[in-house]
């Protein structure tokens, strides 16, 4: 068996093979960090969005006394730039929940008159708890969102 010499420099294998691994154990580490803080940031966007719709359908009503009868509506009447789309992939509660889906669904509720309706519903998904709002499918109107 021969002995390091005092000149000869450098990384035995096993040494390299340690460094190795632990810096494949702290990229996984981070890698699944960074897995969920982008399901965070999809759920976040999702929250923001329906925020979003729900203050353009409420300057739409304090101006025409009424809801549109489509998501095209708001759009059109220069109170919402666009309607905005879920982020993808689906992910979490949305995924198994078959009641529920990726998509913002709205639509009318309550009395039409000329047109414009007295109430709303906005359904979207969350794939986890976001804040106060559990995971899962819920539904936003003019008395809020739940």
């Not at 509720?109 to 007295?118: E, H, V």
């Not at 986890?128 to 709002?133: K, P, V, Y």
Request: proline content about 3%; overall charge positive; some cysteine.
């Amino acid at each position: 068996m021969r002995t390091r010499n005092q000149n000869q420099k450098g990384f035995t294998l096993i040494e390299l093979l340690v460094v190795i691994a632990i810096i494949g154990l702290l990229a996984s580490v981070v890698l699944l960090a960074l897995n969920s803080a982008r399901s965070k940031s999809r759920d976040a966007k999702r929250v923001a969005d329906i925020r979003q719709v729900v203050s353009g359908l409420e300057l739409f009503y304090n101006e025409y006394n009424g809801y549109p009868t489509f998501s095209s509506g708001i759009v059109s009447s220069g109170f919402l730039g666009s309607f905005p789309t879920a982020p993808t992939p689906i992910d979490g509660s949305c995924a198994t929940d078959t009641t529920a889906s990726n998509a913002y669904a709205y639509a009318t509720a309550g009395t039409a008159t000329s047109g414009l309706w007295s109430s709303y519903t906005l359904g979207f998904c969350l794939g986890a708890a976001t804040g106060s709002l559990s995971a899962g499918g819920h539904i936003a109107s003019p008395a809020g969102i739940n």
